[in-house]
């Protein structure tokens, strides 16, 4: 069975401070895909990256990071001088197996709240 | 124009009572979802249709049916609605065959049921 844990329920900082959302995830499965989508207050959500289980790269974009450890099962997400729109639920999700017929598993989210 | 589009955004209703809720996508995916976020913002999987066929079907009462009547469409119908049926519903899309695959999934702006 798949599982992801968003350890962190609500996170709450000021802006242009660095903030890190946790994520640890797993799974039985050699390949797999870790996602992390956000939710602003208006509801819609919103893909960030996608990572599958052989590129351990870290990537940036813009004040966006995410770090990628296998050895720890972790994929977390740091945002860089945070600003009040940062602000949002923000979800960690995992997808595994070779064949396309799988689902995105979430985390239960981690909400985000930027004050100016 | 909308990627993936849901209709209504706002449905509220009476116990008892059946409703649709209907989507869209003009992305040429393959493969569509229906996910189910509760009050707490659980995001979890309902349906999965690829190319028209039910590829997962969770734990999901039977008063729920989806209904494909092409790749591009999905529909959800909810039979003698319950207080507990109130949640956000997303559609989404991913492209899970040929080539390029998108295992990252294209949300809907999302359906808020209430049920009175």
């Known amino acids: 069975a798949q599982k992801v844990t968003q350890a962190q329920t609500e996170i709450s900082v000021v802006e242009k401070e660095d903030v890190t959302l946790d994520c640890v995830y797993e799974?039985?499965?050699?390949?797999?895909?870790l996602f992390w989508y956000k939710q602003p207050p208006s509801g819609e959500l919103v893909f960030l990256i996608r990572?599958?289980?052989?590129?351990?790269q870290n990537e940036i974009s813009g004040r966006y990071s995410w770090n990628f450890q296998k050895s720890t099962s972790s994929f977390n997400f740091t945002i860089t001088a945070s600003q009040v729109v940062d602000s949002a639920v923000y979800f960690c999700?995992?997808?595994?197996?070779?064949?396309?017929?799988?689902?995105?598993?979430f985390g239960k989210g981690t909400m985000l709240l930027v004050s100016p | 124009d909308t990627a993936v589009s849901q209709t209504p955004k706002y449905l509220v209703t009476q116990m008892g009572n059946d409703k649709s809720i209907k989507c869209e996508q003009n992305?040429?995916?393959?493969?569509m979802y229906w996910y189910k976020q509760d009050s707490k913002k659980f995001l979890k999987i309902m349906f999965s249709?690829?190319?028209?066929?039910?590829?997962i079907n969770e734990t999901v009462p039977n008063r729920f049916s989806p209904k494909s009547p092409d790749k591009a469409h999905l529909n959800l119908h909810i039979n003698s609605l319950e207080l507990g049926d109130s949640a956000v519903y997303f559609c989404?899309?991913?492209?899970?065959?040929?080539?390029?695959?998108?295992?990252?999934?294209?949300f809907g702006e999302g359906s808020r049921l209430t049920v009175l």
């Open positions: 999700a995992l997808s595994g197996g070779r064949s396309g017929y799988s689902t995105l598993t």
């Open positions: 990572r599958n289980s052989f590129d351990e």
């Open positions: 249709y690829n190319n028209k066929e039910l590829i």
């Open positions: 989404a899309s991913s492209q899970l065959g040929g080539n390029p695959t998108t295992r990252e999934l294209f």
């Open positions: 799974t039985r499965d050699t390949t797999y895909y």
């Open positions: 992305l040429g995916h393959d493969t």
